[in-house]
């Protein structure tokens, strides 16, 4: 039954590193969080618990990693810490801008986005002011 596992994970994970690659252009960039330690940062549902601590994070990576060297394409690891409380236009990094799951508002600029959206945008942005404050 492992084995069933390990080979539905893997082809479920090239299809998806596939799928990524695919939807860049060879000046493109694909930044992803580095996953060092996620099962002991991240905790989940007790229904959710086998499903993230069974899934193989790296293999993923590493399939992105060589499919976007083969394409052309740079991969960057980058540190999300508060990359989902700062603000993709003035870089402000302030806990309370992130209303609720999905909705991001900042609170001295007022620029509105989606949470997720903000994040990923927001990379280099908050990363700048968090060492400029020394967060």
């Avoid at 330690?37 to 193989?56: E, L, P, Y």
């Avoid at 302030?94 to 997720?116: I, P």
């Amino acid at each position: 039954m492992s084995g069933k596992i390990a080979r539905f994970q893997r082809d479920v994970n090239h299809c998806v590193s596939k799928t990524i690659v695919l939807n860049c252009s060879p000046c493109d960039m694909i930044a992803m969080e580095n996953l060092t330690d996620i099962r002991d940062r991240v905790k989940g549902r007790r229904t959710q618990r086998r499903a993230m601590s069974n899934w193989s994070f790296r293999q993923i990576q590493g399939f992105v990693e060589y499919k976007a060297k083969f394409a052309g394409v740079r991969v960057k690891y980058v540190d999300a810490r508060y990359s989902s409380q700062g603000c993709s236009s003035c870089g402000v990094v302030d806990k309370r801008s992130r209303r609720n799951q999905s909705e991001f508002v900042c609170k001295l600029c007022g620029h509105s986005l989606n949470a997720d959206l903000n994040a990923a945008v927001n990379q280099p942005i908050v990363s700048i002011a968090c060492a400029r404050r020394g967060i």
